[in-house]
C-alpha cells in the first residue's frame, strides 16, 4: 500500500529561522510527487511538481528537493505570511491520476 | 487562472436529508475530484471522473456518489447524510500532465 509520511506535524518559527519539512514515502512507483500550501478555511494551492531523485524546484523562499525515499521542502528565511499547513502528496504508476496526500505539516512564523 | 469554484462554503444539514455538494470548473479539464479532509486524516479521495458521465470511486467511496453530466460540472451526492459525514470537502480539476487545483472547500456538518 502507498504511504506518504510528513514531519514534523506542527513546526513554529522565528521570523528569519530557517528549517525544512519532510515527506517520506513508500509507494511501488513514483510519477510524481506534489507540493501544496494550504491556507485556513481555503483550498489547497500548488506549489511544485517533483519528477525524478536529484530534481530541485525553487520559488520565493521555497525550495523543494526530492530523492528516492523522501522530498523536503526548505523555507530559508520565512515570514510570517509563510504560515500555512503545507502538504505533500504523491501520483504512483499504476494509479492514473490518483494523488495520496501525507497528513500534512503546520507552519507558524512567529515575527 | 484555474478557477475551480464550489457552490456554499458552509451548509448545514440533518440526518437522513440528501445533499448536494456542486463543483464548477473553468479551464475545460478532463478531470475531476471529490475529496474530504478531516484533522488527522489528512485529505481523502472519494470519487473521482476523467470524464463527462465516468466516475471512479476513490479510497472512501461508501455513503457518497457523483454526477458528471457536462464537462465543467461535478457533483457530490449524499444519498442519506449522517453526522460521520460531518466535514470539509474539497473538489479539485487537472488537464492531462498537470497539477490538481482546488477549490475552497465546503465545511457540510450534518446534525
Known amino acids: 500500500e502507498d504511504q506518504v509520511t510528513q514531519s514534523p506535524e506542527a513546526l513554529r518559527l522565528q521570523e528569519g529561522e530557517s528549517s525544512s519539512l519532510n515527506c517520506s514515502y513508500t509507494v511501488s512507483g513514483l510519477r510524481g510527487l506534489f507540493w501544496y500550501r494550504q491556507d485556513p478555511g481555503k483550498g489547497p494551492e500548488f506549489l511544485f511538481t517533483?519528477?525524478?531523485a536529484g530534481e530541485e524546484k525553487e520559488k520565493e523562499r521555497l525550495k523543494a528537493t526530492l530523492t528516492k525515499k523522501e522530498s523536503f521542502l526548505h523555507i530559508t528565511a520565512p515570514k510570517p505570511e509563510d504560515s500555512a499547513t503545507y502538504l505533500c502528496?504523491?501520483?504512483?504508476?499504476?494509479?492514473?491520476?490518483?494523488?495520496?496526500f501525507g497528513g500534512g505539516t503546520r507552519l507558524m512564523v512567529k515575527p | 487562472d484555474v478557477k475551480v469554484t464550489q457552490s456554499s462554503r458552509y451548509l448545514v444539514k440533518r440526518t437522513g436529508e440528501k445533499v448536494f455538494l456542486e463543483c464548477v470548473q473553468d479551464?475545460?479539464?478532463?478531470?475531476m475530484f471529490w475529496y474530504r479532509q478531516d484533522p488527522g486524516l489528512g485529505l481523502r479521495l472519494i470519487y473521482f471522473s476523467y470524464d463527462v458521465k465516468m466516475k471512479e470511486k476513490g479510497d472512501i467511496p461508501e455513503g457518497y456518489s457523483v454526477s458528471r453530466e457536462k464537462k465543467e460540472r461535478f457533483s457530490l451526492i449524499l444519498e442519506s447524510a449522517s453526522t460521520n459525514q460531518t466535514s470539509m470537502y474539497l473538489c479539485?480539476?487537472?488537464?492531462?500532465?498537470?497539477?490538481?487545483?482546488f477549490g475552497d472547500g465546503t465545511r457540510l456538518s450534518i446534525l
Open positions: 479539485a480539476s487537472k488537464s492531462f500532465n498537470q497539477p490538481q487545483h
Open positions: 502528496a504523491v501520483q504512483v504508476n499504476n494509479a492514473g491520476n490518483m494523488l495520496t
Open positions: 479551464m475545460d479539464h478532463e478531470n
Open positions: 517533483l519528477y525524478s
